[in-house]
């Protein structure tokens, strides 16, 4: 059994900054690409950053400049660092990572519960 576990969320005014982190615990064999999503209310979910295990990394062009998302792969953890942050940013922020649980296995996806981020003065 895999769990991802999300801290860090939290209401913060505007130009604020904010750091998401995610751990991932269980039977864990490898970790692949991890990544951090939002979803706003009646918005569809999108991809926010993402970072491949060799860390290469991508951002949606809203947040590029202002975000960071960075992992420890020997902690199975993955961050991400807000800054400047603005009230369009105000979302459900999900952990992802695609991982193995076995040598011989293929990978799933899996998600966080869920942290939510308000920027609002």
């Known amino acids: 059994q895999v769990q991802l576990v999300e801290s860090g969320g939290g209401l913060v005014q505007p130009g604020g900054s904010l750091r998401l982190s995610c751990a991932a615990s269980?039977?864990?064999?490898?970790?692949?690409?991890m990544g951090w999503y939002r979803q706003a209310p009646g918005k569809q979910r999108e991809l926010v950053a993402a970072i491949s295990r060799g860390g290469r990394t991508n951002y949606v062009e809203s947040v590029k400049g202002r975000f960071t998302i960075f992992r420890d792969n020997a902690k199975n953890t993955v961050t991400l660092q807000m800054n400047s942050l603005s009230p369009d940013d105000t979302a459900v922020y999900y952990c992802?990572?695609?991982?193995?649980?076995?040598?011989?296995?293929?990978?799933?996806?899996?998600w966080g519960q869920g942290t939510q981020v308000t920027v609002s003065s």
């Open positions: 992802n990572a695609d991982i193995r649980t076995g040598v011989n296995d293929r990978s799933f996806s899996y």
């Open positions: 269980g039977s864990i064999f490898s970790i692949n690409a």
